[in-house]
């Protein structure tokens, strides 16, 4: 009798500790609107996860404005923002930090050092590494003789060896180990939440952490030897203990290379549903064959390619939220006032979760980026009026948030850009890209807050991307 009456007691602790954060944040917050909750237990998270990207969210904000609430598993409540004013207020103040029980759990961070002249030097190895790419597409149409195949795996391949090699003189897709395998499986699985088992990603990211602390461990034995842009990065760690230098370097080969190996991906998927712009960038890239690295990053010698990389940054962002948590109670103001009251700030209590979306917020707001936000129009970036003014309240770099914003913002910009160009000149001059017949593609949120592609009706086959390549035939007669 006792003992069940301890069970029963001890059950109701955590359950009056979860009322208590669900008392005190709707005292807080009962000002904003909010969607309907379709369950205590789960909160908004299957609706969410359930929905595929460019869908769910915007409508919510269309519906409740740019700052509303939503709830996770057991109650939990935080701020969805996607007001410029109150975005940058949040990201450029020491009032708020991380929430730890968001980040993922390789590294604390991408890049320690960068600038476009230690890009300049590594660049070679990555004009190698995209030739290899070609090298490996045109393998494939004609040892397969398959015009349709999955694009995206030999692009991670080709992001992590660039991560690998140029900044630890690593290749990391010729050794000998389950590194592959281990990211298609954590980076295409599900987000963890209440309704997904978080045990396998949690499995996966143990063995991750040990192929890359291996690797990590060879690197930083041998990094009196190592040159350039590798010498600058040790040399940055070698300012802190051994296990966190290690932990660094395992956050820059797992995040430094998913991020961009998504976005260059989903970029060919746009350039094969769009064959207008495909061929205004293949006319561009046609006129200049073997630019040199500083021709090719510059807006000025290739302005379509470089417009073509901003509407990927805006449209393609693999960041769906940036997660922040109130160290102290604060007042957050706000660029668009909240219907019905017209409040123009917001004041949080200290602990307060916020959620700033991204791709499907600020990026791809229709209050700020006018009538032709859901395209994919790379004019804009250059035609004038194609940028409204109202973008101007967005303060992060290129006036998106893929790369951040405040003292977290992500340091590997110029690096991520390098790749990107050089990649999708390389690929776009050597071959046509096509949709597949019948084949629709929705994106997910995936695990490590990334976002991949699943055929419609064909979920069950996991992550793919097909398209159809056909090589682009030089008229070597004129």
């Known amino acids: 009798m006792v003992s069940n009456y301890l069970v029963f007691t001890l059950g109701l602790v955590p359950l009056w500790a979860v009322f208590r954060r669900l008392a005190r944040s709707q005292s807080s917050t009962d000002v904003l609107p909010s969607p309907p ?48 004013k109150a975005a940058a207020h949040v990201l450029n103040n020491k009032k708020y930090i991380r929430n730890p029980a968001g980040q993922p759990g390789f590294g604390r961070s991408l890049f320690s050092v960068e600038g476009t002249q230690s890009v300049k030097e590594i660049s070679p190895i990555l004009f190698d590494l995209a030739e290899r790419l070609k090298r490996h597409y045109s393998e494939k149409l004609t040892t397969e003789n398959r015009p349709v195949f999955d694009v995206s795996p ?14 630890f003189a690593h290749a990391t897709s010729e050794a ?14 599900p987000a963890p939440s209440a309704i ?17 602390g291996a690797i990590a461990e060879e690197v930083w034995s041998r990094k009196d030897a190592q040159a350039g842009m590798q010498t600058q990065l040790l040399d940055s760690l070698s300012q802190v203990s051994k296990d966190e230098a290690i932990a660094q370097i395992v956050g820059i080969l797992f995040a430094g290379s998913e991020t961009v190996a998504n976005v260059i ?20 890239l046609d006129r200049n064959p073997n630019p040199t690295y500083d021709e090719l990053v510059s807006s000025n010698s290739f302005p379509y ?33 909240l219907p019905g009251s017209g409040m123009q700030q917001l004041p949080v209590k200290k602990g307060q979760l916020i959620s700033i979306f991204v791709r499907d917020g600020l990026n791809s707001d229709e209050v700020i980026w006018g009538p032709r936000v859901s395209e994919f129009w790379p004019e804009r970036w250059l035609e004038e009026g194609g940028i409204p003014e109202s973008v101007n309240a967005i303060k992060a770099p290129g006036h998106t948030m893929t790369f951040g914003d405040g003292a977290k913002i992500c ?40 976002i991949k592609p699943n055929v419609r009706g064909r979920e069950s086959e996991g992550v793919q991307l097909p398209l159809k390549l056909t090589p682009v035939v030089v008229d070597t007669a004129t």
């Open 37 to 84: 909750v379709p369950s205590w237990l789960l909160g908004h998270a299957l609706q969410l996860e359930k929905a595929p990207v460019g869908t769910l969210v915007i409508s919510w904000i269309k519906k409740y404005g740019h700052i509303f609430r939503l709830r996770g598993p057991l109650g939990e409540e935080f701020i969805a923002i996607s007001d410029p």
């Open 411 to 450: 340091l590997g910009r110029a690096f991520a850009a390098a790749e990107f160009k050089i990649v999708i000149a390389t690929i776009v001059r050597a071959f046509y890209f096509a949709e597949v017949e019948d084949v629709v593609l929705d994106f997910y949120h995936l695990g490590g807050n990334t």
């Open 176 to 189: 000998n180990s389950k590194l592959p395998e281990l990211l298609h499986n954590i980076t295409n699985s």
């Open 196 to 212: 997904t088992s978080i045990i396998p990603v949690t499995t996966w990211a143990t063995n991750l952490r040990l192929e890359l």
């Open 265 to 284: 991906s989903e970029c060919f998927y746009a350039l094969a549903r769009d064959k207008r712009v495909q061929n205004k960038l293949r006319q561009e």
């Open 154 to 167: 030999p692009i991670h391949m080709f992001s992590l060896d660039a991560i690998s090699m140029t900044m």
């Open 305 to 337: 390619l470089d417009a073509i990389m901003k509407e990927t940054w805006r449209t393609k962002a693999v960041l769906v939220d940036i997660k922040r948590q109130a160290a102290e109670d604060d007042v957050i103001p706000l660029e668009y006032p």
